[in-house]
């Protein structure tokens, strides 16, 4: 599966964004998407996963209560939207894919597919 990661951009802090995340190639009901993201100098952390039907969401707590991830089957499409973001949520944000309609993990090698990352940058 092809994904391309789009709607980065800069914000000042306790401003909101929307990152998607388009997908194709391959079945989408078939896939766990997520996003994970990547701060210069860090190992890239998990953000959130959603399963394949969209009722199951994971959240990392550094962003539970501001982040929502979301997807639109028909569209093959997955959503993050982020409200009230902090400087600390500076990254490249990276969409991801795995096969399989209820995984797991919030490790980046357990996952298959990456979009090629969007920047976001919150200024204080």
């Known amino acids: 599966v092809q994904l391309q990661a789009s709607g980065g951009g800069l914000v000042q802090a306790g401003g909101s964004l929307r990152l998607s995340c388009a997908a194709s190639?391959?079945?989408?009901?078939?896939?766990?998407t997520g996003w994970f993201r990547q701060a210069p100098g860090k190992e890239r952390e998990f953000v959130a996963t959603?399963?394949?039907?969209?009722?199951?969401?994971n959240y990392a707590d550094s962003v539970k209560g501001r982040f929502s991830i979301s997807r639109d089957n028909a569209k093959a499409t997955t959503y993050l939207q982020m409200n009230n973001l902090k400087p600390e949520d500076t990254a490249v944000y990276y969409c991801?894919?795995?096969?399989?309609?209820?995984?797991?993990?919030?490790?980046?090698?357990?996952?298959?597919?990456w979009g090629q990352g969007t920047q976001v940058t919150v200024s204080s």
């Open positions: 991801t894919a795995r096969y399989g309609s209820s995984f797991y993990s919030r490790a980046s090698s357990d996952y298959d597919y």
């Open positions: 190639g391959r079945t989408f009901t078939n896939y766990v």
């Open positions: 959603i399963n394949s039907s969209g009722v199951r969401k």
